[in-house]
């Protein structure tokens, strides 16, 4: 897909609670091995933070990189599947906690592990229009595993926001062109009034997250008539360290384009917010003139692939709002019994 | 806390929004009715800065009901940039770290839940600076 008129990010920031908890620490307490955990360690939500108060933060940090005003901004869209009321938009509070109330248009997008990225599709067709001056979309979650489940080492918290625009002087990076590529496949879901998900173990692999992510790939280069190699940097959504580089392998990428985007080991999975907060480590350390692919993959099941074209502004602009590695960075160690409490698992 | 009190508040406690006098220039957070300084009523709505220095701290083990999950935490006095001084909880710290003279920025965060199933309060708070 590709807009008649181009658009680009002008603004981005990202956000990481401050807690972490190893993967050691929780195969610890599971009697598990040491040995092929898919992770280090991840990021928790503290107890005073949820997916809004996190992607508040990161819309700030947007904003502050974008240099616009809050009320220019004409959509917010929130994209999770850790919404704080099943009932009641995330979207209202971020809009309102940033300035963009009341003349704006809000709304929370879900897709699993995509919802950001499909937040993306709609901000750029609502600026390309010309309906919207500025659009933000944001990808966050503050996603939980079953104790002792698989996806407890890794599910993670943490997210990404991102405001585009049409091209101008100020565009950190344009969109060439974007691709999505859905079916319905049942690799992991959540029901209305359950707390954690069910996932079909090795089923999530070959026909789920490589299908989608390699085909829109394959599909959007297609569409633009770009290879593999055209591409400076690879971004994918990251479940574990190894899924984005087989993913890179399948699609002839080199390791060395994805490791720049990868944070995974360090924050594990943060779903919504993953391929995001991979994307702005890379505009983080990205040249005007270098192309990025990004694939999302969201579980149920879908892929949004884009090409964007780093742009001069990114060289001011990155400086103005903390980078994804001051978040790695910033780390407070919790234990099993600290991570338990902070994330409600104890009843009292 | 109240849903309609909440809801009044809710530009204070998410943009850090107070006032300021308009004959003497005092600023305020909480918004105040009266100027403290002058006593003029005429008080103008301004944004105040979002950074600031640790002024005095004290640490809370006593807590009220919702807050056990958090206990101990630490309530402080911020001196903002423009000199406003606003009471609030300091977040992301360990009780053994925190400092006076430390700079924090503002954070929204939420407030523990008092009431399985009813409204969760966003409020200011502030926390060490990133990067
Ligand atoms: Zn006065």
Redesign the pocket.
């Known amino acids: 897909m590709r807009p008649d008129d181009d658009v680009g990010i002008i603004g981005y920031g990202v956000y990481v609670p401050v807690y972490r908890i190893r993967t050691a620490e929780i195969a610890r307490v599971w009697g598990k091995l040491n040995d092929d955990l898919p992770v280090e360690e991840k990021a928790v939500a503290g107890p005073d933070e949820d997916a809004v108060t996190i992607a508040i933060e990161a819309a700030r940090y947007a904003i502050r990189r974008a240099g616009i005003r809050p009320d220019e901004i004409g959509a917010v869209y929130v994209g999770t599947e850790s919404k704080p009321y099943a009932v009641k938009p995330c979207s209202t509070i971020v809009a309102e906690a940033i300035g963009a109330t009341p003349n704006v248009l809000a709304a929370d997008y879900e897709f699993a592990c995509k919802a950001g990225t499909e937040a993306f599709q709609a901000s750029i067709g609502l600026v390309a229009s010309g309906m919207v001056e500025y659009a933000m979309a944001i990808g966050v979650d503050t996603a939980q595993g079953r104790p002792a489940d698989a996806l407890e080492y890794t599910a993670g918290s943490g997210g990404g926001a991102f405001i585009f625009a049409k091209k101008s002087h100020e565009t950190i990076a344009y969109v060439e062109g974007s691709y999505s590529f859905v079916t319905d496949t049942p690799d992991f879901w959540r029901r209305d009034g359950d707390r954690y998900p069910y996932h079909m173990g090795r089923f999530t692999g070959e026909p789920a997250y490589f299908r989608h992510t390699v085909m829109a790939a394959k599909s959007l280069m297609a569409e633009l008539g770009l290879r593999p190699s055209d591409f400076d940097y690879a971004v994918f959504h990251q479940p574990n360290c190894k899924f984005p580089l087989k993913a890179a392998r399948y699609l002839g990428i080199p390791e060395e384009k994805v490791k720049p985007g990868l944070v995974c080991s360090m924050i594990g999975n943060t779903y919504s917010g993953s391929s995001m907060i991979g994307l702005a480590a890379v505009l983080d350390v990205a040249k005007p003139g270098d192309r990025i692919l990004l694939v999302s993959y969201g579980s149920g099941a879908g892929s949004d692939a884009f090409s964007f074209v780093v742009q001069d502004a990114i060289e001011e602009k990155r400086d103005r709002a903390p980078k994804v590695s001051a978040f790695l960075s910033r780390r407070k160690e919790i234990d099993y019994s600290m991570y338990a409490k902070f994330r409600n698992k104890i009843l009292m | 806390m109240v849903t309609s009190a909440y809801w009044r508040t809710r530009l204070h406690r998410y943009r850090l929004v107070g006032n300021r ?1 308009a ?2 220039g ?1 600023a305020f957070f909480p918004p105040r009715l009266v ?1 403290s ?2 006593g ?1 009523t005429k008080l103008e709505e301004c944004k105040l800065p979002e950074r600031g220095r640790l002024v005095e701290y004290t640490v809370v083990y006593s807590a009220p009901k919702g807050y056990d999950v958090v206990v101990p935490y630490v309530v402080g006095i911020v001196e903002l940039e423009n000199g406003v001084r606003v009471v609030a909880q300091i977040t992301d710290v360990d009780v053994n770290e925190v400092k006076e003279g430390m700079e924090v920025e503002l954070t929204i965060r939420k407030l523990p839940e008092q009431l399985e199933g009813g409204m969760i309060c966003y409020t200011y708070k502030f926390r060490p600076v990133i990067g």
Do not use: A, E
């Open positions: 006098c004959v003497c005092k100027c300084y002058c003029s």
